[in-house]
């Protein structure tokens, strides 16, 4: 991989990652937040992967594998508890569900 290969990778790595942290600090919506999350953990993924490319080791592939499994298993806890809370508030805003007490 040429360093300007390498360079535009990680360049869209940040861009995602900053769609993602922005999307997270505007969205209201539980399920966007939700998405917004998998694409920070997406864009972290390939940072690994350019960067296990650059040195020529699997090290960046074995943790972009251990990134999709937190992220699968993140998703199902998150979809566990966004059906609870619409179960309880019959919405999915996120500022209802700060008013939950207990």
Do not use: C
């Not at 960067?51 to 990134?67: E, H, L």
């Not at 998703?75 to 209802?96: E, M, N, R």
Request: hydrophobic share 65%.
């Amino acid at each position: 991989m040429t360093p300007a290969h390498m360079e535009a990778a990680l360049l869209l790595a940040g861009v995602l990652f900053m769609l993602g942290l922005i999307s997270v600090l505007i969205r209201r919506n539980i399920i966007f937040m939700l998405i917004s999350v998998e694409i920070m953990l997406n864009a972290a993924g390939l940072a690994f992967i350019v960067a296990g490319t650059k040195w020529v080791q699997p090290d960046g592939q074995v943790m972009f594998i251990f990134i999709l499994t937190m992220a699968a298993a993140e998703v199902s806890v998150g979809l566990a508890l966004i059906l609870q809370i619409y179960h309880q508030l019959k919405t999915l805003d996120s500022d209802a569900a700060n008013l939950m007490k207990g």
